[in-house]
Each structure stands twice: as structure tokens, then as C-alpha cells.
């Protein structure tokens, strides 16, 4: 049996290039990923790709879009709780 020690949850260590350009790298990427899906479904529709991979790549565009849209729903409430308080 292997034992591991418990290592409590740490910040990572954030990239110091900015809050702006990192939200903008994560929407960019978001992006990429529907255009790599509608590109898919397009070879698809004109015969030079496979059902299996259309479908694999718009499962893998809507599994990104609802990480990133329940995301910004949770930081959306977080900010709204912040602006609530009494001070």
C-alpha cells in the first residue's frame, strides 16, 4: 500500500500578464474550440470527414461553452454578493 501525505489546496500561481489578457486568452480559446467544431461539421457535410468526429467536436464546443457560461455565472453571483454587503 502507498500512503500519500495530505496536501492542503494552494493558490496557483497566477500570471502576472494581467487580468485582462488572461480572460481574453480563455475566450480565445473558447472560441477556437466552436470553430473547430463547425469545421468539423462542415468536412462532414461535404463528405471529407466522419460523423464520429463531428460529433466528438461539437460534444467537446458545448462541454467548453457551459464550463465557461456557468463560470461566469459564479463569478456574476460572487461579484453581485460583494456589491450587496452593507458596509
Same mark, same amino acid.
Given at each position: 500500500?502507498?500512503?500519500?501525505?495530505?496536501?492542503?489546496?494552494?493558490?496557483?500561481?497566477?500570471?502576472?500578464?494581467?487580468?485582462? !489578457?488572461?480572460?481574453?486568452? =480563455? /475566450?480565445?480559446?473558447?472560441?477556437? #474550440?466552436?470553430?473547430?467544431?463547425?469545421? *468539423?461539421?462542415?468536412?462532414?457535410?461535404?463528405?471529407?470527414?466522419?460523423?464520429?468526429?463531428?460529433?466528438?467536436?461539437? !460534444?467537446?464546443?458545448?462541454? =467548453? /461553452?457551459?464550463?465557461?457560461?456557468? #463560470?461566469?455565472?459564479?463569478?456574476?453571483? *460572487?461579484?453581485?454578493?460583494?456589491?450587496?454587503?452593507?458596509?
Amino acid at each position: 500500500m502507498r500512503v500519500e501525505p495530505f496536501v492542503p489546496d494552494l493558490p496557483v500561481a497566477a500570471d502576472r500578464s494581467g487580468d485582462a !489578457a488572461g480572460f481574453a486568452r =480563455a /475566450l480565445d480559446a473558447l472560441g477556437q #474550440t466552436l470553430q473547430g467544431a463547425t469545421r *468539423a461539421e462542415d468536412d462532414f457535410a461535404y463528405g471529407r470527414g466522419t460523423l464520429e468526429g463531428a460529433v466528438y467536436e461539437r !460534444a467537446q464546443a458545448d462541454v =467548453a /461553452l457551459a464550463v465557461a457560461t456557468s #463560470t461566469v455565472s459564479h463569478v456574476a453571483q *460572487a461579484v453581485q454578493s460583494v456589491l450587496n454587503m452593507q458596509v
